[in-house]
């Protein structure tokens, strides 16, 4: 076997090189799986923000406190902030959602028309788990990913969640909080690198594109 083919040490020492490198590979895969953009960022470019923690709960989200991800459950924000601070790269990246007519809000008259508007994260959360877990086999033992909406919603189909109710989530490895959940300003972070968000409201011929966002926070 040779060197190369060995698997990393997990937590092993990385060189700025293969760090780079490994950044490099993880834009490239974000893209393959199904990103339009993504983009290699500075942790520090993140912020968390308790208004944006509040606007799950005011006006209320119809998932809060559905799933053990979504407030009031998710992870405290004094946490999620001492925590992402100790990162410095992240792999952040965005879907286009399309067709936008099938996902806007209020959209749908039959039950699983009215699920798959809720369910337009799932794209940009598969790609946060594969991603995440490609940073973990390289030897990333802290990579955490997150993506976007309730997986109650984009894992679960809107079926009641199974943590709270018997304490087996359905999806112990790809459910997590989404980003708004921990607080991260989502559109402060699009705005950073130049990506559009718009509120996919009213008259939707107006609305240029829709996108689901995720982020990966490597080393
Ligand atoms: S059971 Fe479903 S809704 Fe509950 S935490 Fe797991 S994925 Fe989320």
Redesign the pocket.
């Known amino acids: 076997m040779s060197r190369q083919d060995v698997a990393r040490v997990l937590g092993g020492l990385i060189s700025e090189e293969t760090l780079r490198a490994d950044l490099a590979l993880y834009h490239k895969l974000a893209l393959d799986w199904g990103a339009s953009a993504a983009a290699i960022i500075p942790a520090s470019d993140v912020t968390i923000d308790e208004r944006v923690r509040l606007k799950c709960i005011v006006p209320r989200c119809l998932r809060a406190g559905?799933?053990?991800?979504c407030p009031p459950y998710a992870p405290e924000l004094d946490l999620v902030r001492r925590a992402l601070e100790r990162f410095s790269w992240a792999i952040l990246f965005k879907c286009d959602v399309e067709p936008l007519e099938m996902y806007a809000p209020g959209r749908g008259t039959t039950q699983a028309e009215k699920r798959r508007t809720l369910a337009f994260h799932e794209k940009s959360g598969e790609i946060v788990y594969k991603l995440e877990r490609h940073a973990y086999k390289d030897g990333y033992y802290l990579a955490m990913g997150f993506g976007g909406g309730?997986?109650?919603d984009y894992?679960?189909q809107g079926?009641?969640?199974?943590?709270?109710?018997s304490g087996?989530?359905?999806?112990?490895h790809?459910?997590r909080p989404a980003m708004e959940a921990v607080g991260i300003d989502v559109i402060a972070l699009l705005n950073k690198v130049e990506w559009n968000a718009y509120a996919l409201l009213d008259d939707l011929s107006t609305i240029p594109c829709a996108v689901t966002v995720g982020i990966v926070f490597i080393s």
């Open positions: 559905e799933s053990p991800n309730s997986c109650k894992l679960c079926l009641i969640c199974q943590y709270l109710d087996r989530c359905r999806f112990p790809r459910a």
